[in-house]
């Protein structure tokens, strides 16, 4: 590894460097605009991630190459010379530790989280000698020792299950504090040695997602709930709220930071930052704009730094004199596709903060490689996303993708008039959680077309639209042409008017963002209008699609799959294995080679043909087989009923149902997959035994898991349906794991360690007790 520097006359210093690279590129201020620089390619992969340090005096960037995949997210910085920084790496359950006492001398270290293959470090703090950090996925708080390297984790104890733990500060009598984003807690962990703590929870009815803390120096607590567009305070002797901070709905208090006599926080619903003076409790007006303003630290009690998050990645500078006087500069990355994370001001000004590439190139091979982030999961939502709408409830299910959709009639009511509010204020909650989008464009206006999702009237109104969606939604990579357009009420029938219409947007949308990806409307594919049984969908979609599209005209093909149907694709491969078979073979035979992905799979909870135990059983199912058919994203429809016979994960109030416990298990055990093969019935020993293979994270490097159920003719066979639809059966067969320990976990997470003699045998085979039925189990090798 080197760490190089590059000024305007070329490079001039190479020295050695342990376990880190780096790279310096010289930025020149002008005035308050954005800051000339020298021209410099990081070339950003998908998993790229930096740690930067920025000098103020110089204007000058040093960038650190972290490991492939790290995702720094919380930094903290202590000491003088040298100057300790501390990070989170997220995407490799790892706490780094920079050691930097000027350009020329950096030591790096770092200490793996073990315990846990998904910990998930997001925020850290430092006291003396520990240093703290939340674990988003272990649910847990860990404490580095740093004069001896030992890592300890706290959890239980008055810790709310899945609390989605966030941000986390140290009070000055000792006191852990963190937010729990999930549970709508603020939460105190109290430490009197190691096997001696205690967390305790405060609410308030108020306090919904809360995210961003400080502490003040008399031991209270400030903090904000982007969900509730609300900043707060906390007094812990009394165990008194103060929130009447409130503010529009389009607001996002993100980050806080206490200095004497005022609070301020990043907004980023607002694109500004904004002041609240204690005591008298006036809001100042924001100061912006500020473009996606995330991380904020203070270097001085009037001069602020902020990361910016936007399409071009930027830090920002804000120097306060009055409510009258503000001044702020801009300083790019040097290179601009980057995401800028948490922030930390050093004793000697030196500004650090991390950033990764949060560009993912959506094709199977890549995704395979890609561990810390299921790329696979995701489910489908309407309206606005939030708490009050289930989001928080996304989040803890471990879905990585919302489908929601874009309407258009709604943004642009009047042609040329926008109003993006409700869309922006749903971006920036799956920004902050890290949840990507698939955007559906849907619902023409009335004066744009004489069909809600039919073709318009004048294209240039309908290229004009999603140019400017793509361009403010630089984050999404997905773009969805209407809702199953085959169905005669939208453009079946006319499938080559569907590909003239993605053919005028397609440069439209890549002209807005490169990186954006046009994705066919999904398709529902059954139900034909062709095969007389009342169904509205044209059977010779697809085919006059490709037929009249000019290539590329499109980057992602896309349908929809519901088992009812099951026995029409049962030729091509099991479910879902099957219709993704067939939809490849007809790209392949008019000369297309695109990725393929599911956009709605479900099964009924109740009413028609499902039941809750069923749509349970199936959601397993249904994402083992989409991950052996190698589709990017399978989105489970929906995550909340929208009438009595729909599949959704949340019933009535948001309550959880079997199917959604059913998902958050499978998303806990499959988390960093990697599909290693199905299982064939001679190791199986039934034909009807279903059984995949896959490699996750283990204790030390990977282990085998996999995922097995007795597949039922009645689920496949129409002949053996009742009243036209799949029923479930009893039936089970035996099934010896090649093993001398295993673990086997039904659905919903419940837990059995076998060994080797539950049979009577010591013969490094364990007999599953009662047999493998129609419920899906798991089996860890390595428990």
């Known amino acids: 590894m080197k760490i190089s520097r590059l000024f305007r006359g070329g490079l001039v210093l190479t020295v050695a460097a342990v376990s880190l690279a780096a790279l310096l590129v010289c930025l020149r201020a002008n005035g308050h605009t954005r800051a000339e620089r020298n021209t410099i390619a990081l070339n950003p992969s998908p998993q790229s991630s930096y740690l930067f340090r920025f000098d103020p005096n110089l204007s000058v960037f040093y960038v650190y190459t ?131 703590f205690e967390f305790t929870e405060y609410t308030d009815t ?89 991380g904020l630290a203070s270097a001085s009690s009037n001069v602020f730094w902020i990361t910016q998050q936007d399409e071009k990645g930027a830090l920002g500078r804000m120097v306060y004199t009055s409510t009258t006087q503000t001044s702020l500069d801009y300083y790019p990355l040097p290179t601009s596709g980057l995401r800028p994370t948490g922030i930390a001001v050093a004793a000697d000004n030196g500004v650090w903060f991390g950033a990764f590439s949060p560009f993912r190139a959506f094709l199977p091979v890549v995704m395979r490689d890609y561990d810390p982030v299921p790329p696979l999961f995701s489910v489908q939502m309407y309206g606005s996303i939030n708490a009050s709408t289930g989001f928080t409830r996304v989040v803890e299910a471990g879905a990585k993708w919302i489908r929601f959709s874009v309407d258009w009639a709604g943004v642009e009511p009047v042609r040329g008039s926008y109003n993006w509010d409700s869309i922006d204020a749903s971006m920036q909650t799956m920004i902050v959680s890290d949840v990507y989008a698939i955007a559906t464009i849907v619902s023409n206006p009335s004066w744009a077309a004489a069909r809600l999702n039919g073709p318009v009237t004048n294209t240039v109104d309908l290229q004009e639209f999603v140019g400017t969606a793509v361009a403010r939604y630089p984050q999404v990579t997905y773009w969805e042409f209407y809702n199953e357009p085959d169905s005669k009420n939208s453009f079946g029938l006319n499938g080559a008017g569907y590909a003239a219409m993605l053919q005028a947007i397609y440069p439209v949308v890549k002209s807005a963002n490169p990186n954006a990806q046009v994705v066919l409307g999904g398709l529902a594919l059954d139900w034909f209008l062709q095969d007389g049984g009342g169904g509205p969908f044209d059977k010779n979609f697809l085919p006059t699609v490709l037929s009249h599209c000019a290539s590329p005209c499109f980057d992602v093909a896309n349908f929809h799959y519901y088992p009812a149907f099951r026995p029409v694709w049962e030729p091509y491969g099991h479910d879902i294995i099957g219709k993704s078979a067939y939809v490849r073979q007809v790209l392949t035979a008019y000369g297309y080679n695109r990725p393929v992905i ?186």
Request: hydrophobic residues 35%; aromatic residues 10%; negative net charge.
């Open 598 to 783: 599911n956009t709605e799979i479900g099964w009924p909870s109740a009413s028609t043909w499902g039941s809750l135990e069923l749509e349970a059983r199936y959601v397993p199912k249904a994402y083992v087989r989409g991950l052996a058919a190698g589709l990017p994203v399978v989105s489970w429809y929906g995550l909340v009923d929208t009438d009595s016979s729909n599949p959704g994960l949340l019933g009535p109030g948001l309550t959880p149902r079997p199917a959604f416990t059913a998902y958050k298990t499978m998303t806990s055990l499959l988390a960093g997959e990697r599909y290693v093969r199905a299982i064939p019935p001679s190791e199986t020993g039934s034909a009807r035994i279903e059984g995949y293979e896959f490699s996750v994270p283990g204790h030390s490097g990977r282990k085998r898991l996999d995922v097995y159920w007795y597949d039922c003719p009645s689920m496949s066979d129409a002949s053996l349906y009742v009243n036209g639809t799949p029923v479930d059966c009893s039936t089970t067969a035996p099934l010896t794991i090649n093993a001398a320990r295993i673990a086997q976990m039904d659905k919903l997470g419940a837990k059995v360690v076998l060994n080797d003699g539950n049979d009577g045998r010591l013969d490094e085979r364990v007999n599953i007790p009662v047999g493998v039925g129609s419920s899906p189990i798991y089996i860890d090798y390595a428990p």
């Open 66 to 196: 972290l490991s492939v995949g790290s995702v720094p997210n919380g930094v903290a910085v202590t000491g003088t010379s040298p100057t300790h920084v501390w990070l989170t790496e997220m995407g490799r359950n790892v706490i780094g530790h920079l050691v930097y006492t000027d350009a020329e001398h950096v030591s790096f270290i770092e200490y793996p989280i073990t315990s846990s293959a998904n910990s998930e470090p997001f925020r850290i703090a430092v006291n003396g000698n520990d240093v703290w950090f939340t674990e988003r996925g272990a649910n847990r708080v860990g404490r580095l020792d740093t004069t001896t390297g030992q890592i300890t984790e706290f959890y239980g104890n008055g810790l709310s299950p899945n609390a989605g733990l966030a941000d986390i500060r140290v009070a000055p009598n000792g006191w852990v504090w963190t937010t729990g984003q999930m549970s709508n807690k603020l939460i105190r962990l109290v430490v009197t040695s190691t096997a001696v």
């Open 206 to 294: 108020l306090m919904i997602g809360p995210f961003g803390l400080a502490v003040e120096s008399d031991n209270s607590i400030w903090f904000t709930a982007p969900d509730a567009h609300r900043v707060g305070q906390f007094t812990p002797s009394d165990g008194s709220f103060l929130m009447p901070f409130g503010f529009p709905s389009s607001s996002m208090p993100f980050e806080v930071v206490v200095v004497p006599g005022y609070v301020w926080f990043s907004d980023l619903g607002h694109n500004s930052i904004d002041q609240i003076e204690i005591g008298t409790w006036s809001i100042v007006n924001p100061y912006g704009p500020v473009s996606q303003p995330a």
